[in-house]
């Protein structure tokens, strides 16, 4: 059984370049959430989508934007890095929420430093 | 205002010995807690969900449960070097669209 995977693991970027980074879903898996986690701090919700749509945001700027395609397949991309976008970019698959919510499973996540 | 919050630590127990971590929220509406394991340098791995009061067991994790304190806490028995890692208390949103993190209990297994 296929779990979450990223792409790239690791990145390095200069500010204000742009940057993508990409995720399969664990088989069987619908929706997509992406974190940010900055060194020493638990993960940061950016976004997450289902159904191609983005279902709901955290609190992140419109740099931040995302996409999911037809196979459930997602990109998170960046545009005008900053040194603060430096952290562990962490992509998470779960089926749709129910009444209780659906567990989220981590992939090995893509650390990106920005100089 | 910090929607989870967790002491940090660090949390030291020798082997053997049971380690507690707390871990309390702010969302009444939410209905799902999880406890995430993470090592230095490595992505979050799940150990064990909870959804209604009070203990579920899985093999040496119990995971305790208070919905009116707001409180959730995770027990690990018979601690192991190999436990020592940041372990995350997540909690769901009242949609269930989203989660939200502590900023993790640092736990270290001693010899």
């Known amino acids: 059984d296929a779990g979450v995977t990223q792409s790239p693991t690791h990145l390095i970027k200069t500010r204000g370049q742009q940057v993508t980074l990409r995720c399969s879903p664990k088989?069987?898996?619908?929706?997509v959430s992406w974190y940010q986690q900055a060194l020493g701090q638990g993960p940061q919700f950016i976004f997450q989508?289902?159904?191609?749509?983005?279902?709901q945001r955290g609190n992140f700027p419109d740099r931040f934007s995302g996409h999911q395609f037809p196979n459930y397949s997602s990109e998170l991309n960046v545009n005008a890095l900053l040194l603060g976008d430096s952290a562990l970019y962490l992509c998470?698959?779960?089926?749709?929420?129910?009444?209780?919510?659906?567990?989220?499973?981590f992939g090995p996540g893509t650390r990106l430093l920005v100089l | 205002q910090k929607e989870v919050e967790q002491n940090s630590g660090p949390l030291s127990v020798p082997e053997g010995a049971i380690a507690s971590l707390n871990c309390t929220y702010s969302?009444?509406?939410?209905?799902?807690f999880f406890w995430y394991r993470q090592y230095s340098g490595k992505s979050p791995e799940l150990i064990m969900s909870?959804?209604?009061?009070g203990d579920k067991e899985d093999g040496r994790f119990t995971a305790q449960l208070n919905k009116a304190s707001q409180y959730v806490s995770l027990l690990i028995r018979d601690s192991q070097p190999s436990d020592s890692a940041t372990y995350l208390c997540?909690?769901?949103?009242?949609?269930?669209?989203?989660?939200?993190f502590g900023t993790g209990t640092s736990l270290t297994v001693i010899p």
């Open positions: 998470a698959s779960s089926l749709p929420p129910a009444n209780q919510g659906e567990t989220q499973y």
């Open positions: 088989s069987g898996h619908d929706t």
């Open positions: 989508y289902y159904e191609e749509e983005e279902r």
């Open positions: 969302d009444r509406g939410s209905q799902s």
């Open positions: 909870i959804y209604s009061n």
């Open positions: 997540a909690v769901n949103s009242e949609t269930g669209n989203q989660f939200y």
